[in-house]
């Protein structure tokens, strides 16, 4: 009985020691996983505004959609609020698209391109969104 405590107890602090190492990367700096769902989501960004551009607009709404799905699977508590100003911009540029106004869409996906690039800054201490 002892050493099955014992084994828990060793379990229960190697995972605590496990997760307070991984949030210390996270504070960091952003992890590869994460600036990879960045970059993908900036690269979708940015094709969407150059097929705005060349008003190819329903190229622009899937690379829109394709831009969303990947931001949702960013996580992190230091760099979530600042996420959440470039998903809002994609919110936009999708609204902007579905009324044609190619305008309003440069403009929104323009904001979301340079939003979700501050991401692969790490956020200022004593900026929003920092523990």
Known sequence: ???????????????????????????????????????????????????????????????VKAAGQSSKLILGGTIEARKQGGSKAIKNARQQLEKGDISGAADALKEAIEGFKSLLVPAKPGSQGEL
């Open 1 to 63: 009985m002892n050493s099955l405590k014992m084994f828990l107890i060793a379990g229960v602090l190697i995972a605590s020691f496990i997760g307070a190492g991984s949030n210390a990367v996270n504070a960091a700096g952003t992890e590869p996983a994460t600036e990879q769902l960045i970059n993908t989501t900036i690269t979708h960004l940015e094709a969407a505004l150059k097929s705005v551009n060349s008003n190819e607009l329903e190229v622009a709404q899937e690379h």
